[in-house]
């Protein structure tokens, strides 16, 4: 016979004791946001409350300190006939590997000509065409003068990266480490744990002789040297890899080993049965890892300003401490409207995520062999 459930009376202390310590261990962060939004349209403050009445001076960065001479027209237009070049060489190179490989038995060059293959429906083409009009379009407005707005993309292009990489490889490392049982495989478990232990700036130094060897290396290191954005992404991507790893590890425990037998019994691969049985069930897993990497790429400041100099390489938390100076009055207005700013694009990834994190473990069954 089953029990009824007694439910205490709303005055019993274990209704709302736990709600009021929460709102009291928040309160100062509530409060600081509160601020930092009546700040960002004041014209003064003091505490919580508005002097001088509201106004949208403190938002000029949007617009001024952007250099003259930003032609769109013609950025647009030559990024298009870039990406139009870049499309071309792409499905022609396909087609010449295509016909080549034809007839061909071995494996390797199977699995190329298909790839190749898929390169040459409009689809595929459209899509490339896009992405290279995209890449085309940040490596030009990269090197222009606009202001807060390239710091922005600089912002946004170390998360990008820091996000895309760390789900990529800690997805298929967690695929390894929870399904294949290989020679050093606890010693590499313990390692990436002892790594995660490590304090970043224990590390800045040797870091640093590192990104200097890297950087003389022809091509190589104008792309992930010293005082670049790609160095600095990678040194963040090391950090918060071995976090990675040991989540996407978890996520894959918890899948039952019978979808994976399954799917191998019909002939699929270890790499096809990651791809397209065991990562759609994941998605809630790795949408979470993707917030969190790109919430601390986008936030990070230790990393980009150690291993940056100047402002063509800095991002939004670098550029708000340039502001802040001991000697000089601040603006304390203005850095509170930057710092709102920052804040959005957040803001925006995380509301359109929220259901795959609600959601995080419709991905598998708890207790799975």
């Given at each position: 016979?089953?029990?009824e ?35 960002s ?13 509201f ?6 960065f949007?617009w ?8 769109l ?18 499905i022609?190179?396909?087609a ?10 071995s494996?390797?060059g199977?699995?190329?000509a ?35 707005w ?9 998360a ?7 789900v ?5 490392a ?5 399904r ?6 606890k010693p ?17 130094i040797?870091?640093?002789y ?6 003389s ?9 010293f ?50 049985i065991?990562?759609?069930m994941?998605?809630?897993g ?10 601390s790429?986008?936030g ?7 291993f ?11 550029y708000?401490n ?27 990834f ?6 795959y ?13």
């Open positions: 016979m089953d029990e459930v007694v439910r205490a009376p709303w005055y019993h202390p274990g209704r709302w004791l736990p709600y009021l310590f929460l709102v009291i261990t928040l309160l100062p962060v509530f409060v600081g946001y509160s601020w930092l939004i009546i700040a349209f004041s014209r003064e403050t003091r505490g919580l409350t508005p002097i001088g009445g106004t949208l001076r403190n938002w000029a949007l001024e300190d952007i250099g003259t001479g930003v032609d027209w013609a950025l647009s237009r030559q990024s298009f006939i870039d990406a139009a070049h870049v499309t071309f060489l792409l022609s190179l396909a010449l590997i295509n016909l080549l490989l034809s007839g061909t038995e494996r390797f199977i699995a190329l298909k790839l190749t293959k898929s390169l040459q429906n409009v689809r595929a083409a459209f899509t490339v065409a896009v992405l290279a009009f995209v890449i085309a379009v940040v490596s030009k407005l990269s090197v222009m003068d606009l202001g807060i390239s710091t922005l993309l600089n912002t946004f292009l170390i990008l990266y820091m996000t895309v990489t760390v990529l490889i800690s997805s298929m967690g695929y390894a480490l929870s294949m049982n290989f020679p050093g495989r590499f478990l313990s390692l990436t744990l002892v790594l995660h232990g490590f304090p970043a700036v224990t590390l800045l040797p870091i640093f590192v990104l200097k060897f890297l950087g290396i022809p091509v190589l290191g104008d792309a992930v040297g005082n670049t954005l790609g160095g600095v992404a990678l040194v963040m991507v090391s950090f918060q890899l071995p976090l990675g790893v040991w989540l996407m590890k978890g996520f894959f425990d918890s899948i039952p080993w019978d979808v994976e037998r399954s799917a191998l019994v019909d002939g699929a691969t270890y790499f096809q049965t990651w791809q397209q065991l990562m759609p994941l998605r809630p790795l949408m979470a890892l993707g917030i969190f990497s790109f919430i790429g986008w990070a400041f230790l990393i980009p300003t150690t940056t100099i100047g402002t063509k390489t800095a991002n939004l938390p670098v708000l340039s502001l802040i100076s001991d000697t000089a009055p601040v603006n304390w207005n203005t850095i509170a409207a930057i710092g709102l700013f920052q804040m959005v694009p957040v803001l925006f995380f509301f359109f995520a929220q259901e994190l609600l959601s995080i473990f419709a991905g598998g069954s708890k207790g799975a062999s």
